[in-house]
């Protein structure tokens, strides 16, 4: 099984920018651990992909936090991303199972109504006192159009983003990878109307990656033979939780919660959102944060 990782290129003399991740193992984690059913398991798994691609676009201590906020029964994702290809997320509802009824997508997993309308935010950490958020509308919950809008909005790139997760009929994830191509200012009209053409013509990248196209067969497609390779970057699902982070949350609570989880609750225990993990505080434990605060 191939490994999980984003290839960084340019395309047609320089006036493309190209990436192209293979997520596999990545999205079938994040299935494992939130225990999505197949149509949350598309949903999450794409935006995962997404933010792992735009993650690689930033230096090295920035990171982003991205936010899905859709009326469908999903309700609401986010991810946080950072420059070394690390990815975690969390869903508001992880079981979730709709699928197209009729029409060309009939017993397709239906992305856009899991997700519904709604915005997406994508929240930036640079390392300076202040974050900045831009935010834009949902177009169809698809994710990838989502986001190609998303681009031309709020960074003023014209892009074009593509991304699937095919699930398996166990609900394990048989393949998840996307692409994002972003078009340079000095682009003329003959390329953009090529690719354009082309992307239209292209299987779902989900399909392209299952049927054991690599991200370097994918960027040769997208860039009809005309790419420069920058770079090779592994992605991966990883959360840097720890007992001592959750502590420093657990001093920052008020007088009376504290005293409460001391004297009537004995102990805390404390669930990461992003890969379950729990920590579990004895009374002790909580007995010395709160003396220690004091300090």
Avoid at 1 to 27: F, K, N, P
Avoid at 97 to 109: F, Q, T
Avoid at 227 to 235: R, V
Avoid at 261 to 269: F, N, P, R, S, V
């Amino acid at each position: 099984m191939m490994e999980d990782y984003v290839l960084i290129g340019t395309a047609y003399d320089q006036t493309i920018r190209i990436y192209v991740a293979s997520s596999t193992h990545l999205v079938e984690k994040a299935r494992t651990i939130h225990d999505t059913w197949p149509t949350a398991t598309a949903a999450l798994g794409r935006f995962l992909t997404v933010s792992a691609m735009m993650g690689l676009m930033y230096k090295k201590e920035e990171k982003i936090t991205l936010r899905i906020k859709g009326d469908g029964p999903i309700g609401a994702m986010l991810v946080e991303a950072n420059s070394k290809g690390e990815v975690r997320g969390e869903i508001q509802n992880p079981h979730i199972y709709l699928k197209y009824e009729s029409g060309p997508k009939a017993g397709k997993l239906n992305v856009g109504q899991g997700v519904g309308r709604g915005f997406l935010h994508v929240t930036k950490d640079l390392g300076m006192k202040d974050y900045f958020t831009s935010s834009s509308e949902l177009q169809t919950g698809e994710i990838g159009d989502d986001f190609t809008y998303y681009f031309v909005i709020s960074e003023q790139t014209p892009a074009s983003v593509g991304v699937g997760v095919l699930v398996n009929t166990d609900q394990s994830v048989m393949s998840s990878g996307g692409y994002i191509l972003q078009v340079m200012p000095n682009c003329n009209e003959t390329t953009i109307s090529h690719i354009e053409t082309l992307i239209a013509s292209l299987p779902p990248i989900s399909s392209l990656i299952q049927s054991g196209k690599t991200p370097e067969d994918i960027m040769t497609l997208l860039a009809s033979g005309t790419e420069q390779i920058l770079s090779k970057k592994e992605i991966s699902y990883t959360c840097h939780c720890s007992k001592s982070g959750f502590a420093r949350s657990l001093s920052a609570l008020d007088e009376q919660t504290l005293h409460e989880l001391i004297h009537e609750d004995g102990q805390a225990e404390i669930e990461c959102h992003f890969c379950k993990t729990k920590y579990i505080f004895s009374k002790e434990e909580l007995t010395n944060i709160k003396i220690n605060r004091k300090k």
